[in-house]
Each structure stands twice: as structure tokens, then as C-alpha cells.
């Protein structure tokens, strides 16, 4: 079945330091992948999405592009704020994803100023 | 998020007891899914709907039963809850499941 791999961390930081979370994911035919961020206490929020093969997906000073050949999609931040301090989920759907999506355990960043 | 509301936000229950949550969304969107959040584990779907009255397991379905009476409510019940259902429960809803889901702000279950 499909799965999705990424460090779990805690990852820490320094405020305006880069940022990478390696995401790498096993699925059949041609998953769509995404990146979630959910801040304490709420909610997952779509944070950057790509469907397809050398797709960067963008948002908010992050991005992402996916990656056949590796099977990854890692996230990326060229100067990270403390703002960004959250739990960040790396997940895959395929075969058009009515049937759900598939997520990995998620990482949780801590930008220290 | 705007568009889809979770109730309640917070329960305590005992161990044996019947619990409901329910999904409330005002988007009309297709399609709606339950999923579990826990550490170490990340999320998990517990079920899902692609349509009124159209409902579908998850990998962890488990002591869990939905329904799907109208389009706009999503309902997932523990018909004899558990210490192991402790847990935050986050509903889900998608027109284009490709594209992604729109999340609700969860609901925290504690079994006692």
C-alpha cells in the first residue's frame, strides 16, 4: 500500500536559518503529494500541493518539488521565522483520492529566535 | 476553517458509553472523512463518504461506525468507547480529492 516517510524531530533552528524536511513516499501510479502545517491546537492547513512529475509547489516562502525519479518531496525555507514553529505533515494521494490521503507521522519544527 | 465545523470541541466519557461526533460543513462538497490523530502515528482515516448515504472504511475503522443522512453533516459514533479511542478526531471534506481536503479544527475525545 501506499506510505510517506519524514524525519519526526524535533527539528530546531535558528530564526533566518535554511530549512529542509526530507519527505520520501512509496505508491502506486501517479500520486498527488502535499504539505500540511498544523499550528498548536488547530487544525491541518494545506500548505503547498503538486500533481504531477517535476510539479514545485510554492506558498508562504516554502516549496516543494516532486520528485519521480527519487520518489521524494522535500519541503523547503530559505529563512525560517519563528512563526514558522508548527508540526509539518508530508502526504500522498492516488488513484484520483476520493479514498483518502496518506500522511506521514509529521515533524515538528522549533525556530528559536 | 471556514465551512467546516466540528462539535464538540472537548468531551470526557467513560469507558462504555456511546459517543457521536459530528462533521458540519457548508460548502457542499462530496466528499467527507474522519481521521485520528495520535503521537508517533500521525493521522489516520477512520472513514469515509463519497456521497449521501455512501460510506467507505478506513485502515483503522475499527469500533467506529458514520453516517451520512444529507450532504452538509458527517457522522462518526463509538458505539462502546474505549481507552485505546482517546484521541483527536479531525474531519475532512473535498470536492477535488486530487487537489487536497479542507480541514476542521478537531475535536478532543478522552476516555476515562
Not at chain 1, 524525519?7 to 536559518?17: D, F, I, N, R, Y
Not at chain 1, 505533515?89 to 496518506?102: E, K, N, V
Not at chain 2, 459530528?22 to 474522519?34: A, D, K, L, P, S
Request: overall charge negative.
Amino acid at each position: 500500500g501506499d506510505s510517506v516517510t519524514q524525519m519526526e524531530g524535533p527539528v530546531t533552528l535558528s530564526e533566518e536559518a535554511f530549512l529542509t524536511i526530507n519527505c520520501t513516499y512509496t505508491a502506486t501510479g501517479y500520486p498527488s503529494l502535499f504539505w500540511y502545517v498544523q499550528y498548536p491546537g488547530e487544525g491541518l492547513q494545506l500548505l503547498l500541493k503538486a500533481t504531477k512529475a517535476d510539479d514545485k509547489g510554492s506558498n508562504k516562502g516554502f516549496e516543494a518539488t516532486y520528485r519521480k525519479e527519487t520518489t521524494s518531496f522535500h519541503l523547503e525555507k530559505g529563512s525560517v521565522q519563528v512563526s514558522d514553529s508548527a508540526v509539518y505533515f508530508c502526504a500522498l494521494t492516488s488513484g484520483g483520492g476520493a479514498d483518502g490521503l496518506t500522511f506521514g507521522k509529521g515533524t515538528h519544527l522549533i525556530i528559536q529566535p | 476553517d471556514a465551512g467546516i465545523t466540528q462539535s464538540p470541541r472537548h468531551k470526557v466519557t467513560e469507558t462504555g458509553t456511546p459517543v457521536t461526533l459530528r462533521c458540519h460543513q457548508t460548502e457542499n462538497h462530496r466528499y467527507m472523512y474522519w481521521y485520528r490523530q495520535d503521537p508517533g502515528h500521525g493521522l489516520r482515516l477512520i472513514h469515509y463518504s463519497y456521497g449521501v448515504k455512501d460510506t467507505d472504511k478506513g485502515e483503522v475503522s475499527d469500533g467506529y461506525s458514520v453516517s451520512r443522512s444529507k450532504t452538509e453533516d458527517f457522522l462518526l459514533t463509538l458505539e462502546s468507547a474505549t481507552s485505546s479511542q482517546t484521541s483527536v478526531y479531525f474531519c475532512a471534506i473535498s470536492e477535488s480529492p486530487a487537489n487536497g481536503y479542507t480541514f476542521g479544527s478537531g475535536t478532543r475525545l478522552t476516555v476515562v
